[in-house]
Nanobody, 124 residues
């Protein structure tokens, strides 16, 4: 069992930055690939970025490349998402998730555990 708790969301102006953090606890939490997803009102939950257990491989959704950076600290059981140059269309609830699937799955169905989400609102 893995528990995930996100933090760091909030209100920011367009062009600004936010850093989201996800703290994991539970059994062998550091052995999981970790991902970030987001869900805007009336839209499907979508993949944002993911990072393997070792931190050696990362993957980003195309629209986030160059603006978002995912990182993890296994000693602290945390994964972070640094978001720069934020746009109003980045407004959504952001979720942290974990999976033991090998590689970088991008489907929500591949992830076993989810946090409660943190709201990010970008004003124009």
């Amino acid at each position: 069992q893995v528990q995930l708790v996100e933090s760091g969301g909030g209100l920011v102006q367009a062009g600004g930055s936010l850093r989201l953090s996800c703290t994991a606890s539970g059994r062998t939490a550091s052995m999981y690939t970790m991902g970030w997803f987001r869900q805007a009102p009336e839209k499907e939950r979508e993949f944002v970025a993911a990072i393997t257990w070792s931190g050696g491989t990362t993957y980003y959704a195309d629209s986030k490349k160059g603006r978002f950076t995912i990182s993890r600290d296994n000693a602290k059981n945390t994964v972070a998402l640094q978001m720069n140059s934020l746009k109003p269309e980045d407004t959504a609830v952001y979720y942290c998730a974990s999976t033991r699937v090998v590689g970088i799955p991008r489907s929500t169905s591949a992830y076993d555990y989810w946090g409660q989400g943190t709201q990010v609102t970008v004003s124009s």
